[in-house]
């Protein structure tokens, strides 16, 4: 099975010169925009007269040479022995260059792509073609062994042949496959279809030595920890959705909040909210993350601070309203 991008009309591009659209569309006849676009095309090439009027469907000699000299005294082509050719002056060139460039980043993008559709889109084994390379080749021996002790039985063939296209088409060594196969069955992720999906998503982050595979597995395993204390802590039994599992990314990766930072927050949020909500979790360690707090004791510093301010100011206001009574009591006994 093969792959292309199709590329329709911008498989065939040439530059035109900013110039003649800014400076000279206006005043261009046809036969002057006929002949330029079509010399453009062609800069790599000479052409006298009779091939230009042959080309361009110009009439006569006589409207060429005009079309030809409002060029020429533009410095946008050359004429020399009855032979025309573009100007290459320096804008040309500074566009040629840029053509250059997009056609390289056109051809990366497109090489990406295919790569990503051969990853995604492997062609179908038959039981005997997985067979026959199973025995041809010792990676893919080590690799199915290994896949049929953890599961403890023969691999079906819709297993063998999802693993054939971890082995052939993520192309991870096999020493990272062996250590996918072993990590996504210890936390019970032994769908061969979820293994699928996290190879491919390894070989695309270049995850392909034991090194880079051991610290990824760590950082999915203190993930899982994370989920795993909050679904406790917060007697949370559902599984988190993906925007709460990147809520809790947020926090503990880019706030670099503990565990039991996000907890208080979340005690909070009962408190004030009196549910649940990531949102307003969110907003309240956004707000401790601003202010520089890193622990419980300093939230609660700071708690106990306002409280105090507020009490402070309670009292206050109770003394002053007692003064004003005791003295409009004194002032009416002086009636009396």
């Known amino acids: 099975m093969g792959y292309k991008m199709n590329m329709g009309l911008w498989s065939s591009v040439f530059a035109v010169p900013s110039k003649i659209v800014d400076e000279n569309l206006k005043l261009a006849g046809e036969d ?26 110009i009439k006569s000699a006589e409207r060429l040479c005009d079309a030809l000299n409002f060029w020429s005294e533009r410095n946008l082509i050359n004429i020399e022995d009855e032979n025309i050719f573009p100007q290459a002056n320096d804008e040309i060139k500074a566009i040629e260059k840029q053509v250059e ?7 990366n993008q497109i090489n990406a792509s295919v790569s990503k559709v051969e990853l995604s889109r492997p062609p179908r084994y038959s039981p005997q073609e997985i067979s026959r390379k199973v025995k041809e080749s010792n990676r893919s021996q080590q690799v199915f062994l290994l896949a049929e002790k953890l599961y403890g039985r023969p691999l079906k063939h819709s297993e063998q ?74 007697e949370y039994n559902s599984v988190f959705s993906k925007k709460q599992k990147e809520y809790i990314s947020t926090w503990t990766k880019k706030l670099n909040f503990s565990v039991k930072m996000i907890l208080a927050a979340y005690q909070i949020t009962l408190d004030n909210a009196g549910k649940l909500s990531f949102n307003y979790m969110n907003k309240v360690l956004e707000n401790w993350y601003s202010k520089g707090y890193t622990t419980v004791e300093q939230v609660q510093a700071e708690s106990e601070k306002r409280k105090a301010e507020k009490q402070q100011e309670n009292d206050s206001s109770f003394n002053v309203d007692e003064l004003e009574m005791l003295a409009l009591d004194k002032y009416r006994r002086s009636d009396d």
């Open 161 to 234: 042949q999802i693993l054939m296209e971890i082995i052939e088409y993520a192309s991870l060594p096999c020493d990272v496959t062996m250590m996918l196969l072993e990590f996504c069955h210890s936390i019970g992720k032994t769908s061969l279809h979820y293994i699928h999906k996290t190879a491919i998503s390894w070989a695309e982050e270049e995850i392909n030595t034991i090194e880079l595979a051991d610290a990824r597995i760590k950082d999915i395993r203190n993930e899982l920890d994370v989920y795993s204390e909050l679904r406790r802590e917060m």
């Open 32 to 57: 002057a925009l006929k002949v330029i676009l079509y010399l453009l095309r062609h800069s790599d090439k000479l052409f006298s007269e009779s091939e230009l009027m042959n080309a361009t469907g």
């Open 101 to 107: 460039q997009a056609e390289i980043k056109i051809n």
